[in-house]
């Protein structure tokens, strides 16, 4: 009869492809600022990931960040 494919490979699963979508980089990004990143999306991003997407989403991610702080605090004080 044949092999019987694994469920991600039988119905296309969009994370079997080439590089990392948009919402995936975001999702890592905010992860790993935070420090909960799993090693299952670590071990993704370095395999599929490419360094020019997650150093522009980091750097966004820190003035966003950092505007946030600024904004509170500006707001208390």
Known sequence: MGQLATPS????NPE???SLSLIQVVGSVFAAGFGVQSRENKLRDFSRGKPLHFII???LFTVLFVATLVT???LVI
């Open 57 to 59: 989403a980091g750097l």
């Open 72 to 74: 509170v605090v500006n």
């Open 9 to 12: 490979k039988a119905h296309g």
């Open 16 to 18: 079997d492809k080439g």
